[in-house]
C-alpha cells in the first residue's frame, strides 16, 4: 500500500525557535497534502490543505504565518512552526492524497509528536 | 460537510464481535464513508470504505442503509490488538477535505 512518511518522528525545542517536519510520499505523488494537530485525549484537527505548486488553504483559527506550509514537490510537504511556544506542544499528523490513484483515498503519516519546552 | 455523530466509547472482551454505529445525516451524495483505526501516538490507518450496502475486507465489514445517513462498522471476533480509537468519516471526492469527529474508543478486555 502507499507509504507517507514524517521526519522527525519526535522533536523537542526551545520556546522561541522554529522547527520543520517533513511530510514525504515515498511510492506515490501528491498534489494535495493535508496537516493536521492533535492534542492528548483528543481528535484530529485539520490544519491546512497543502496543493503542489501553490499556497496552502488554511482552516479557520489557524495562522498561517505561524504555521508556514510549503509544497515544493510533488513528495514532500514540510510544516514549519516558527517562534515555538509550549501551547503548540502537539501531535502532528500529515497525510496525502495519491494523484494517480482515486479521489476518495487517503494516506496518513505516522505523526510527528512536538515538545516545546 | 457532514457531521458525525459515534459513541464515545464502548468495550468488549476477546472474541466477541464488535459494532460500532456511526450517524451522518447530512451526507453528500458523492460522498463515500470510511473509517479509520487510529493507536495512541500514531496517525490514523484505513479500514474500510463504501458508498451503499456492504462491503467487506479482512479486517472488517461496512454495513450502510439504502437512505446512508448512518454506517455501522463490524469487527468479528475482536483481540487485545484492536483496542483503539475508530473514526468514522464521510469522504467527498471534490475537496477530499476529512474532518474528524470525537472517534469511539474501543477498549477490549481478555
Known amino acids: 500500500g502507499a507509504v507517507v512518511s514524517q521526519h522527525p518522528s519526535r522533536v523537542i525545542c526551545k520556546s522561541g525557535t522554529s522547527v520543520k517536519i517533513e511530510c514525504r510520499s515515498l511510492?506515490?505523488?501528491?498534489?494535495?497534502m493535508f496537516w493536521y494537530r492533535q492534542f492528548p485525549k483528543q481528535s484530529l484537527m485539520l490544519m491546512a490543505t497543502?496543493?503542489?505548486?501553490?499556497?496552502?488553504?488554511?482552516e479557520q483559527g489557524v495562522e498561517k504565518d505561524k504555521f508556514l506550509i510549503n509544497h515544493a514537490s510533488l513528495t514532500l510537504s514540510t510544516l514549519t512552526v516558527t517562534s515555538a511556544h509550549p501551547e503548540d506542544s502537539s501531535f502532528y499528523i500529515c497525510?496525502?492524497?495519491?494523484?494517480?490513484?482515486?479521489?476518495?483515498?487517503?494516506?496518513f503519516g505516522p505523526g510527528t509528536r512536538l515538545t516545546v519546552t | 460537510l457532514a457531521k458525525t455523530t459515534q459513541p464515545i466509547s464502548m468495550d468488549s472482551y476477546e472474541g466477541q464481535e464488535v459494532n460500532i454505529t456511526c450517524s451522518h445525516n447530512n451526507i453528500a451524495t458523492n460522498d463515500y464513508i470510511t473509517w479509520y483505526q487510529q493507536f495512541p501516538s500514531q496517525g490514523p490507518r484505513f479500514i474500510i470504505q463504501g458508498y451503499k450496502t456492504k462491503v467487506t475486507n479482512e479486517v472488517a465489514s461496512l454495513f450502510i442503509p439504502a437512505d446512508r445517513k448512518s454506517s455501522t462498522l463490524s469487527l468479528p471476533r475482536v483481540s487485545l490488538s484492536d483496542t483503539a480509537v475508530y473514526y468514522c468519516?464521510?469522504?467527498?471526492?471534490?475537496?477530499?477535505?476529512?474532518?474528524f469527529g470525537t472517534g469511539t474508543l474501543l477498549a477490549v478486555q481478555p
Open positions: 511510492d506515490f505523488q501528491a498534489t494535495t
Open positions: 497543502s496543493n503542489e505548486g501553490s499556497k496552502a488553504t488554511y
Open positions: 497525510s496525502a492524497r495519491d494523484a494517480g490513484g482515486s479521489a476518495y483515498e487517503q494516506y
Open positions: 468519516l464521510p469522504q467527498g471526492g471534490a475537496t477530499n477535505k476529512l474532518i
